[in-house]
């Protein structure tokens, strides 16, 4: 089961309350010494239309030796186990996480930290991205222009090379039927429109500078990391939000060969002696987030 537990009447309230101020204190310490490796700076980028604004970033340099640093105290806890720090990404979506979990007598504790930010993409505020910018767009309105007069010159010619062939009055049914079926036609009307752009070299030489130009312009983006320092549960990680993930399952262990648990506990059953030993090992594990 999910923490916190609610509570639906007066029963088992003790217990109930105990645990949930474990999984408060817990996620607050957390969320509090995360906060101090979540600081932004401001700095100024430029726009795709060459707009300069100024925005916020933060190092997840520093949110991932946090981690490492978390994963090796926990780590000397001998009753923890520890998975290690893991980074994922869909698109500019990105995560950076690690899971604990312990077994103490027959309850299963597992809980999840981390944090989930954007990775957007600007460009540094750099006159010479405009400069090439507009080397780009000249060429691409040159290329345009040079595809417009091929495809101009090419129905020409393969207008004269179908006259010569006998199809000057052909409706256009008639013609694509005479293509589909005349491999041959087809083939030397598609060898007719290569010629016609062979004589127009400076398309691909425009193109090939295009690319280099847009690789040019690669070196002048920059990578800046968005995140809002607030709470996110589980399902807001799952739809996309921004943010600081924690939480915690609790279950009990029904048979400790196959691993088989339960999320029916009744809470009754827990005694004096197994309180004590999670209040233990979570207030270990906390102190080491209070640092």
């Known amino acids: 089961m999910r923490l916190p537990i609610i509570v639906k009447g007066k029963k088992d309230v003790e217990f109930v309350t105990f645990i949930n101020k474990v999984n408060d204190d817990l996620r607050d310490s957390f969320e509090f010494s995360i906060k101090k490796n979540l600081q932004t700076v401001k700095t100024k980028v430029m726009l795709a239309d060459f707009t300069v604004i100024e925005t916020n970033t933060f190092d997840p340099d520093r949110v991932l030796n946090y981690f490492f640093n978390k994963e090796k105290e926990v780590g000397s806890l001998s009753s923890w186990k520890v998975v290690s720090v893991q980074s994922a990404k869909t698109d500019d979506l990105h995560r950076i996480f ?8 027959n309850y299963y504790f597992y809980i999840y930290m981390g944090i989930q930010f954007h990775a957007l993409l600007y460009y540094k505020t750099d006159k010479d991205i405009i400069r090439i910018s507009k080397k780009i767009r000249d060429l691409e309105e040159r290329n345009s222009n040079v595809k417009s007069e091929i495809s101009k010159k090419g129905d020409q010619l393969i207008k004269q090379e179908l006259e010569n062939l006998g199809y000057k009055d052909t409706d256009n049914t008639k013609l694509f039927e005479e293509l589909f079926t005349k491999q041959d036609l087809s083939k030397s009307l598609a060898e007719t429109a290569s010629e016609v752009e062979s004589t127009f070299p400076e398309l691909n030489q425009n193109l090939q500078l295009i690319q280099s130009l847009k690789k ?61 030993k999670i209040e233990k090992e979570f207030y270990a594990l906390i102190n080491i987030f209070k640092k």
């Open 216 to 276: 040019e312009l690669e070196n002048f983006t920059i990578e800046l990391y968005q995140i809002n320092p607030a709470s996110i549960d589980s399902n807001k990680l799952m739809i996309g939000e921004e943010g600081i993930a924690y939480n915690m399952d609790f279950e009990l262990i029904k048979n400790k060969k196959t691993h088989e648990k339960t999320s029916v506990i009744n809470f009754e059953k827990i005694n004096v002696t197994e309180i004590s």
């Open 98 to 105: 690690f899971q604990i979990s312990i077994e103490i007598e």
